[in-house]
């Protein structure tokens, strides 16, 4: 227990409004309350790791105002090492607008600000925490060029790498093959590999077209359906667990912070994908991104 993770990402504030329905182009709806959590996708993975038991090293920048003061302060309360989360003396910290409709689901408008900034030079700085880390999670909301440089750094080091190909954009080929676990869902791994995701038969081509350009293992969230798990030896769904949805913000990356955290312990794959299917169950019941990760006796008990 309590393994050494280091997460790459991105840190954001979300704003939040809940309404009955989403507006339509030109609409304006008379929404219900408004909420700011703290979010984006690197940081919701690190407080879920962090939760769930991990010692979480976050690598990210913001800016050098409220949102970005408050980021910090929000994942010190965590435990997070937050040593190499750089201000930004001249971009903004993120922001993500939210609209939450009735049934849960959202829509997200992204102001990267200073995650855009976040630099080779900024991996570079943080190499030895990565080289004492027993894994490390990256996701897409900063540069490509930096993801690349971690997941090669990683590779240098000998570490396993996770990437959450979300938002979903197309990665160049030779980036696959150095990486030991992917985690898409549906709309991502369309966007890799060109295969629409409905069920278990299509996940598992999907997963293959992974495999074939060299990822070592795959996992895709399939949503109310559970997680789909392939590799060259193994193939299974894990079924979601039941849930009253309250909102499903944030919901993949508590998935993605439980499975780091899963899988650095040594849990078998089986064992992993039920632990982070338990850990996400419990975040769509509760509002909020970061607000929503479970704690480790939280998801022990549920299971």
């Given at each position: ?215 070592k293992n795959v996992v ?64 769509v019941g509760r509002l909020g991104a970061q607000a ?12």
């Amino acid at each position: 227990m309590n393994k050494k993770i280091v997460v790459v990402g991105s840190s954001n504030t979300d704003l939040v409004i809940q309404t009955s329905h989403f507006p339509a182009p030109g609409e304006t709806v008379i929404g219900g309350v408004f909420n700011t959590f703290a979010g984006g996708k690197g940081a919701n993975q690190a407080v879920a790791a962090a939760r769930l038991g991990g010692l979480v090293t976050f690598v990210a920048r913001v800016g050098i105002d409220g949102f970005g003061e408050k980021a910090i302060a929000g994942l010190k309360k965590d435990h997070i090492q937050t040593d190499y989360i750089y201000q930004d003396p001249v971009h903004p910290s993120g922001v993500a607008t939210i609209v939450l409709n009735e049934t849960g689901q959202n829509t997200i408008v992204v102001a990267p600000g200073s995650n855009n900034e976040l630099s080779v030079q900024d991996i570079e700085g943080a190499k030895n925490r990565i080289k004492e880390a027993e894994l490390v999670l990256v996701q897409l909301e900063v540069p490509l060029q930096t993801v690349k440089y971690t997941i090669d750094l990683a590779n240098d080091l000998g570490k396993k790498v996770i990437l959450n190909p979300a938002p979903a954009i197309k990665l160049p080929d030779g980036l696959y093959r150095k990486i030991d676990l992917i985690t898409p869902n549906e709309t991502e791994a369309f966007k890799q590999v060109g295969i629409v995701v409905e069920d278990f038969e299509s996940a598992s081509e999907a997963a293959t077209r992974f495999l074939d350009k060299g990822v070592k293992n795959v996992v895709i969230t399939l949503g109310d359906k559970g997680a789909f798990f392939k590799n060259s030896a193994l193939e299974f769904l894990v079924p979601a667990m039941e849930s009253v949805v309250k909102d499903t913000t944030g919901a993949g990356d508590i998935f993605n912070g439980a499975l780091a955290v899963a899988l650095a312990e040594g849990m078998r794959w089986n064992e992993a994908l039920e632990f982070a299917n338990c850990a996400a169950s419990i975040g769509v019941g509760r509002l909020g991104a970061q607000a929503s990760a479970p704690f480790r006796k939280e998801v022990e008990d549920r299971l």
